[in-house]
């Protein structure tokens, strides 16, 4: 019966959404492609007939819209025809992006959290930080992302270190609303039971007001996580990056390579998907450890 | 973290102010800058120690005030007095980067501007919440400015403040242009549309149940995913005009409208859906007068992260190749050029941009949602 009413409840929906996202696609892949098909068709000089344009139109070489599954077929090729190190496998660009925006996040969780305990702890900081931590998500931080990476570069730091911060500073936003959310979700309580143990400041902080706020503290993750890698996708536009999947999309775009560009967002995607699913591990890892439900 | 349970006497002495002392006497002992390759003392010059002296008596008349309150406000006039102090010596042609007199008094100015926040932000209202965020900010523009000129750190790296209004000043005519392009023409538009699909979309899905159960995990998917990366994509299929980054900011600002409005429209509760059952009214009635106000926080709510998400997608994707006008334009060409003070004028644009887009919503949403529980207790 359950899994009768999950397969109604759940698994059609999206079943059908899908198929008709997949139609749609293949639909706007014949429309968008057919010019190109046609004119490649005429070339040969050869009679050809409805069926030859719809052939053609899904085997462009360089397609306006690739069909899905060229995108698979080359995202396959890629990641098996060539060793993980080698930088015609996508693996290996996502392992560069995945580099920095977890090292991105890293740091972001260390500032995150330092900006939260300062908040909850010292007042001054409450009413005159936090408006400003609040007014900088307003800024399309994004945006300026090429030219973090070039005043860094001419300071002398290349490589990782400007795309991580980049993502830091996407990160520690949720992080340091989360946290402060949490820092303060301690039941009072418990705070008292802390007083009567006669314990300090210090020893409240680590053993009550940390494993509290722990919930928080991966919600944020959650969404750190996704926007850091976006941050790291788009630390390796400025011209010059040679690896990531922002430079491989950047590449794409240059020479026209349509069926790359789409093969790297899905790779994208997929490295996005798979680093939440990772954090949601963790929380439920730790979490089962820690005793809350 | 006020302790109920401890009793202390109250001494009169006054560790912060102490400290303060001390600096400011340390800093005596060290040069203010040098001037033509010479040690400049604080004797060497006539104005530096009425700096001093302001700052001093400024104190000094802070601890006799009637109030700690009036008498924070005569220390912050003695803290922005000495940070008045870098600006006059600048002007004079001294270099302050070997000045670590001047540079302990700031750190005593920095110090006691803090003492004042934190007598501030002990007092509930308006000066907590606008004057102290104000002065941090201030605060943090003015040592920006004094540590960018007095140590003269190249304008390639960080330029300063003033420099970069200057430049906001001088280049006026062209960041209007890059405005009117990317903002008033691709942003808005792809706003408007993005949102209003997202919207039109949710109240499908909420009359076709089965629409929604199969849309959300797919738009939960897309908050996943790095939906920016398809701007190649869209410059590809709409060219170089506001064509392709509007779609971009569609495609973007669509999802996050949708997951909202189908959020919102579900708080509406049992009660009130059966009291508009007893009026007899309607699908659309209940819509128009129950369920969308209730889902007004949400539906504000998807709009000012959509704000954020739009200038990005916008000017992310003038990245991938535009007209020769646009702030995305502006920011990658001149960073090659390394003009960086047109790119720094290019992102307080961005900025204020931003700000004022999210604060206009956030504006409206306490005007239209005054009644809203979530509202009370502000």
């Not at chain 1, 980049?166 to 979700?185: D, H």
Request: glycine share 10%; aromatic share 10%; with cysteine.
């Amino acid at each position: 019966m359950r899994i009768e009413a999950a397969l109604k409840e759940r698994i059609l929906p999206v079943a059908a959404v899908a198929l008709f996202v997949l139609a749609a696609w293949y639909a706007g892949a014949l429309w968008l492609n057919a010019p190109q098909a046609q004119e490649a068709l005429a070339r040969t000089g050869k009679a050809w007939g409805t069926a030859d344009l719809i052939a053609q139109a899904f085997a462009m070489k360089r397609p306006v819209l690739p069909t899905p599954d060229q995108v698979v077929a080359d995202l396959w090729a890629s990641l098996t025809g060539y060793t993980p190190t080698s930088p015609r496998n996508l693996l290996f660009h996502a392992g560069v992006t995945a580099q920095a925006a977890l090292a991105g996040l890293a740091m972001g969780v260390v500032l995150g959290v330092a900006l939260a305990a300062g908040i909850v702890y010292v007042r001054t900081l409450e009413y005159s930080l936090l408006p400003w931590i609040i007014a900088s998500q307003t800024i399309p931080i994004l945006a300026i992302a090429p030219m973090i990476v070039v005043i860094l570069g001419n300071a002398g730091l290349t490589g990782l270190l400007p795309k991580a911060v980049i993502c830091m500073y996407l990160c520690f936003f949720p992080i340091t609303v989360g946290m402060v959310k949490g820092l303060r979700a301690a039941d009072p309580l418990w705070l008292d039971l802390m007083r009567t143990y006669s314990a300090g400041g210090l020893a409240t902080f680590l053993k009550l007001r940390i494993p509290a706020s722990l919930p928080f503290l991966f919600a944020s993750l959650k969404v750190s996580v996704a926007i850091s890698v976006v941050g790291a996708i788009v630390g390796e536009l400025p011209a010059g990056a040679q690896a990531g999947l922002g430079a491989r999309l950047l590449s794409g775009s240059y020479y026209g390579q349509t069926v790359q560009i789409w093969s790297a967002l899905v790779m994208a995607s997929l490295l996005s998907v798979a680093l939440i699913a990772v954090v949601r591990l963790a929380e439920v890892a730790v979490l089962r450890h820690g005793g809350a439900r | 973290m006020s302790d109920p349970y401890r009793t202390s006497l109250r001494t009169s002495a006054d560790w912060g102010l102490v400290t303060l002392a001390l600096l400011a006497v340390a800093a005596l002992t060290q040069p203010v800058g040098a001037r033509d390759g010479a040690a400049l003392a604080w004797t060497g010059d006539i104005m530096a120690p009425m700096f001093l002296m302001g700052t001093a008596l400024a104190v000094v008349a802070g601890r006799t005030a009637p109030s700690k309150v009036k008498g924070a406000w005569v220390e912050l006039g003695g803290a922005a007095l000495a940070w008045l102090l870098p600006f006059y010596l600048l002007g004079e042609g001294v270099d302050l980067s070997r000045g670590w007199g001047l540079w302990l008094y700031l750190t005593a100015a920095t110090l006691m501007l803090w003492r004042v926040l934190g007598i501030l932000s002990a007092v509930p209202g308006l000066s907590r919440r606008v004057v102290v965020p104000g002065l941090f900010g201030l605060g943090l523009l003015l040592g920006w400015e004094v540590l960018v000129r007095g140590f003269a750190i190249p304008s390639i790296l960080l330029p300063a403040p003033g420099a970069i209004v200057a430049s906001l000043a001088a280049n006026a005519p062209v960041l209007w242009d890059d405005f009117r392009q990317t903002v008033l023409t691709s942003v808005l538009r792809g706003y408007l549309l993005g949102c209003g699909a997202g919207f039109a979309v949710a109240i499908l899905a909420d009359r076709v149940p089965f629409l929604a159960r199969g849309l959300l995990p797919l738009g939960n998917l897309a908050s996943a995913v790095p939906v920016i990366g398809i701007a190649p994509i869209m410059v590809m299929w709409f060219g170089f005009d506001w064509q392709s980054k509007a779609a971009v900011v569609v495609v973007m600002t669509f999802f996050p409208m949708l997951v909202n409005t189908l959020a919102g429209l579900h708080t509406a509760e049992r009660i009130q859906l059966d009291l508009m059952r007893s009026y007899a009214a309607g699908y659309w009635t209940t819509l128009w007068k129950l369920r969308l106000p209730n889902a007004l926080p949400f539906l504000f709510n998807g709009l000012k992260i959509n704000s954020t998400l739009a200038l990005i997608g916008a000017i992310v994707a003038e990245f991938f190749g535009t007209p020769i006008v646009g702030m995305g334009f502006r920011i990658s060409t001149e960073v090659a050029r390394m003009n960086l003070d047109i790119v720094w004028a290019t992102i307080v644009v961005a900025a204020v941009t931003g700000s004022v887009f999210y604060g206009g919503l956030a504006l409206l949403e306490r005007a239209t949602t005054a009644w809203h529980p979530s509202m009370r207790r502000r």
